[in-house]
């Protein structure tokens, strides 16, 4: 067997050397775990869209850097009045979109105009909340004047939500993307795959790949073979259950990253018994969640203890609040009246964190008299019934978005969470802008989400990024749902 | 005039005889029963707890303590496939019950009336034959949600049409004998010539059909779990474990290994059974499928 | 013989109208509204009624069935709720992969199986027949998705030697894209092969023991030539039956298979639409298979009558 497999590695080594190019490659087949539903990131909320598309075939005025820093980019440089109210910004010159168009201030008006109309689709409406108006100052100036200032401004405009499309073609961009990026689209094959070439007439430096192709790979069972046998490049987004076949294998890189997401143990808090409190921090207490880490997510994650990322700089430590302790767990459930357990239904959508992860939490929850029946759903189904209709007990699922804490005072939300003192804290909050007072409020609302169990906090989800280890360039991290490709090149 | 009872001529101790003389009965006997067994031993005992998630010894390679390694939450592999054997025997048997006890009596029914009757059963047979199985199975499972009754209920509406075209076709070959026109002459009913002539005279038949179907059963049930649709967590399922398995390929092989070689083993037998079955009680029958 | 082809045409036609309600009816009752998923989750309930009456939803069943219907007919399959592109185009993307595999894996199960078949039958009882035999009830035994995560982690990730999945597209050269499909027709094939073989040897050997065959070999014909020449010609019905089935199972094999390669095919797509409750995908694929399988039996009846000279003689 050995030495069968020596010789015919050797065949098709020689095979391989002789055919290889001496150059180095231009070319890159990226996986992607989610297919884009279109590719208008003006248009849609699905995280696909900017994995695709933002900072390679779109750009606006400002755009996110790989730490999450705000970056100049259609707006080459910009100023920001004395109250804080209006940004003038200045436009790079010699731009075009990939049909030819040219792009000026005009653009930056129609597509931010675009963005915060009333019949907008703009999933991200929020960012543009605070605009007040859009003035064309001359082809290479736009000022923009706030209602309020507002700190955020430059990193919202640097949103995928954000990016700057042209009148001719922002209403076709769902099927045929035209944008000023360095990279222009290509192909669309429906449940397979996106293509985007290199752009000839960029305004910017210049991008290292010719050709980038996004393959649409949904199972991790699919994505570890593709990735060994070198059909696929790179999985910025790769499965953290499955990076133990790869890791150690000298051919990759392996890059464990900090996201925004937070991954939760949701609860129906109006669902009987989960309306009683003694119920919920029971749940808190019975999760493991160093077990739970190890198994869903290969030991990658850090623990939370309210909703939060420990990376945050108004980030509290209140794991230590319900540390595993099944007697305590027990205690609680006798308090509710409930020491005989109860039957309930744990929904798990397709991520692995998910499914992995509700088996294992269905396995601890057992062991305090809690009988969960597995049901797993797909993404259509999970937004339909738990997310829309709130028909669950409990859920698991990572919240990704960043600073979303403000989603436990939303009235009608899936938690159906309901808590007049935290709603106060968030309302305060929005209208807080200095730092110290923020980074208080943030901490009591934390603390409340905590004491009230209102959910089981889990863990921060990790980002596994793995490529060939002669790629360069990937982001490490996600601030946002991205692959800039833009400074992507092989090393040999 | 006296009925003959067309049963096989031979004595029992002669199909014995026969059956201790047939390769393919033996070992698929052996390994149906063995299979069988280590199911129900599963119900007082298994080399650990398959309930019970282990993080800590998670992946672990075949060793004394655990034959065939554990799995991704530290689960004693050979175990699982003990429990999952209960879960592929339930499945597949209450789907060929769900055939027989249906499609039987529609075939029986079809070869005593003939014309319409037969006709629309067979139309209605072509329609069921035209759906994919496994693509029918699929849609019935993502209607009604993945779980073991909805899969049994998908894999027991396809074995519908093939018991009942089996036991037409038998039925339709024994109604003419002469054993038959007698029972009718002695005023017997349809039915009930049907249920104590035909019915024995086509066992044999449907028993082979039952084991290939018993055998296809288990497949399918796998195949089912293998894409999320068959039985959920925490009960375990061979189709289920190769699935959990596939990712895990390169660190832990003994994973998707093992509960594949008892799906091999158990249908081979299974098939082997089937063979010897028709072998002995009648050696001119081939199997066709 | 046209009175037989006749009844056997009209018999697939009414088949497949009674499939096609069958389809209709059974994605009526699958849960979700398309309108809804069409719309997202923040669209009000005015905006999914307008759609929905756009959409045609609202009208009585009967008339929404016609409407299908009469669209499948003419190649019109209407729109993907996901997509919003026509779903023909869909199907045509994926269909230059499904086809493909399902014939190279029919012709793969075929090139295997006959040969032993063949084999097995002249050597009947011998050791060759017992070996090949056990073989064939092996690979009967194999699950077919089980034999390719064998043959991935062999031939793709060990050697190396083909992709471990995906499809390049046919634009990437006529090698590239066989190439891509070689490991998932052998998955397929062999357990098909297996069963096929098994088939062929049996109605070999029946058809040896007739007269005519003994009567051949009495003449001084080699038993080779008797074999290949004469026996096989008349075995060629049960073989033709089993392979007509086969077609069925092998495009409804592609379904998982194609998952496990992520071959862009139609049984991926169909297994995505089902999640994502592309109804109007999964209907008219469904009805496309439906269609196929009814198709291909219609075939091998037809090529029954070529093969067996007492259909050919009846009128």
Request: proline share 6%; net charge neutral; aromatic share 8%.
């Amino acid at each position: 067997m050995k030495l069968w497999k020596t010789i015919l590695a050797a065949a098709v080594l020689t095979f391989a050397a002789a055919t290889s190019a001496f150059a180095a490659r231009t070319d890159l087949v990226i996986g992607i775990p989610l297919e884009p539903p279109h590719l208008d990131p003006t248009a849609g909320a699905a995280a696909a869209i900017d994995e695709v598309l933002y900072a390679n075939v779109f750009e606006g005025l400002t755009r996110i850097g790989p730490n999450g820093e705000v970056l100049p980019d259609l707006a080459e440089s910009w100023a920001i009045s004395d109250d804080g109210k209006t940004y003038s910004f200045k436009l790079h010159t010699g731009v075009k979109f990939h049909d030819g168009s040219g792009f000026s201030a005009d653009d930056v008006k129609f597509s931010l105009d675009r963005a915060r109309a009333d019949n907008s689709v703009n999933a991200q409406k929020g960012l543009f909340a605070q605009i007040d108006r859009i003035d064309v100052v001359d082809p290479v100036t736009v000022k923009i004047t706030l209602k309020n200032s507002q700190g955020s401004f430059l990193y919202n405009m640097g949103w995928g939500d954000a990016v700057i499309v042209s009148p001719k073609s922002a209403d076709t961009n769902k099927e045929k993307p035209i944008g000023t990026g360095p990279f222009k689209f290509q192909n669309w094959a429906k449940g397979s795959s996106i293509t985007l070439v290199k752009s000839d007439n960029y305004w910017g430096a210049p991008v290292f790949l010719d050709k980038v192709e996004f393959r649409i790979v949904p199972d991790a069972a699919a994505a570890v073979p593709a990735l060994l046998s070198g059909d696929i490049q790179a999985f910025p987004f790769f499965d953290p259950d499955s990076v133990s076949q790869v890791k150690g294998d000298p051919r990759f890189h392996v890059v464990i990253g900090s996201t925004e997401g937070e991954t939760i143990l949701a609860i129906n808090n109006k669902k009987p018994p989960f309306d009683k409190l003694q119920v919920r921090q029971a749940i808190s207490f019975a999760l493991d969640r160093k077990a739970i880490i190890d198994g869903a997510s290969a030991g990658l994650g850090v623990p939370i203890g309210s909703h939060m990322s420990p990376a945050n700089k108004d980030y509290v430590d209140l794991t230590g609040l319900y540390p595993h302790n099944i007697d305590k767990a027990k205690e609680l459930l006798k308090e509710a009246g409930l020491e005989k357990g109860f039957k309930a239904t744990l929904k798990l959508p397709p991520p692995s964190y998910a499914r992995l992860g509700g088996e294992i939490i269905a396995s601890e929850l057992r062991e305090i008299g809690i009988d969960l029946e597995i049901v797993p759903v797909e993404w259509a189904q999970w937004l339909d019934q738990v997310f829309t209709k709130k028909d669950y007990d409990l859920t698991i699922v990572s919240h990704t978005e960043p600073n979303d804490l403000g989603i436990y005072s939303r009235k009608d939300y899936y938690f159906n969470y309901d808590n007049p003192a935290f709603d106060t804290i968030i309302a305060k909050l929005n209208l807080t802008s200095d730092e110290t007072k923020r980074k208080e409020l943030l901490g009591e609302a934390q603390k409340i989400l905590a004491d009230d169990a209102v959910v089981g906090f889990l863990y921060e989800l990790p980002k596994v990024g793995v490529w060939d280890a002669k790629l360069q360039g990937l982001w490490e991290n996600a601030p946002i749902q991205a692959n800039d490709l833009t400074k992507v090149k092989w090393t040999e | 005039m006296t009925m003959r009872v067309d049963l096989p001529e031979e004595t029992l101790a002669g199909v014995l005889a026969k059956a201790f003389g047939n390769r393919s009965f033996l070992i698929g006997f052996a390994i149906t029963l063995l299979v069988a067994a280590v199911a129900i031993l599963s119900f007082i005992w298994t080399p650990y707890d398959v309930t019970r998630l282990v993080i800590a010894d998670k992946t672990q390679a075949p060793s004394p303590a655990h034959w065939f390694g554990t799995d991704h939450f530290g689960r004693d592999i050979l175990s699982m496939i003990m429990v999952g054997a209960r879960n592929s025997i339930a499945v597949a048997l209450v789907a060929v019950g769900i055939g027989m006890g249906v499609g039987v009596p529609l075939g029986a029914f079809a070869a005593a009336r003939g014309s319409l009757a037969d006709e629309a059963l067979m139309r209605v047979n072509d329609l069921v034959f035209a759906f994919p199985a496994l693509l029918s199975a699929i849609m019935i499972t993502a209607i009604f949600g993945p779980g073991a009754v909805n899969a049994i209920i998908a894999i027991g509406i396809f074995n519908i049409p093939v018991f009942a075209r089996v036991a037409r076709a038998g039925a339709l070959a024994i109604w003419p004998r002469e054993f038959i026109l007698a029972a009718r002459a002695a005023g017997k009913g349809m039915t009930q010539i049907s249920v104590e002539h035909i019915l024995p005279n086509i066992a044999t038949l449907l028993l082979v059909q039952g084991t290939i179907q018993f055998a296809l059963g288990i497949l399918a049930e796998a195949g089912l779990s293998y894409v999320g649709l068959g039985a959920q967590p925490p009960m375990p399922s061979w189709g289920r474990m190769l699935f959990d398995a596939q990712t895990r390929m390169v660190t832990a092989p003994w994973m998707a290994i093992f509960p594949g070689m008892a799906i091999v083993i158990t249908v081979l037998g299974l098939n082997l059974l089937g063979d010897g079955i028709a072998d002995i009680l009648d050696p001119k029958s081939r199997r066709r499928r | 013989m046209t009175a037989y082809l006749l009844k056997r045409l009209i018999i697939a036609a009414v088949t497949l109208v009674l499939a096609s309600m069958v389809v209709f009816a059974v994605m009526e009752i699958l849960p979700g509204d398309p309108a809804r998923l069409m719309l997202g989750f923040n669209a009000s309930a005015d905006q999914v009624e307008l759609l929905r009456n756009q959409m045609g939803l609202n009208a009585p069943f009967v008339l929404r069935y016609l409407h299908w219907a009469s669209g499948l007919l003419s190649l019109d399959f209407g729109r993907s709720y996901t997509y919003s592109v026509p779903v023909i185009d869909l199907v045509r993307e994926r269909v230059v992969v499904s086809l493909p595999l399902a014939l190279i894996a029919l012709a793969l199960s075929t090139a295997i199986a006959i040969p032993v078949g063949v084999f097995s039958a002249g050597r009947q009882g011998r050791a060759g027949d017992a070996l090949a035999m056990g073989a064939a009830q092996l690979g009967v035994a194999v699950p077919n998705f089980w034999f390719a995560l064998m043959l991935i982690y062999l031939f793709a990730v060990w050697l190396r030697l083909v992709p471990a999945g995906g499809f390049p597209g046919w634009s990437a050269g006529a090698w590239p894209a066989v190439k891509s499909l070689l490991l998932p027709a052998v998955a397929l094939a062999l357990p098909q092969a297996a069963i096929l073989a098994r088939v062929a040897r049996s109605a070999l050997i029946e058809v040896l023991n007739e007269d005519y065959i003994r009567t051949a070999r009495a003449k001084g014909l080699p038993y080779r030539a008797v074999l290949w020449r004469h026996a096989l010609r008349n075995a060629m019905i049960p073989v033709l039956t089993i392979l007509g089935l086969q077609f069925a199972f092998l495009l409804a094999g592609t379904i998982i298979i194609e998952n496990v390669f992520y071959l862009p095919g139609l049984g991926r797509l169909v297994l995505q639409a089902i999640n994502q409750r592309d109804l109007i995908v999964v209907e008219s694929i469904v009805m496309l298979l439906v269609a196929a399988v009814i198709a291909v039996n219609l075939l091998v009846d037809f090529s029954y009558a070529v093969v067996d000279p007492r259909l050919r003689g009846r009128q």
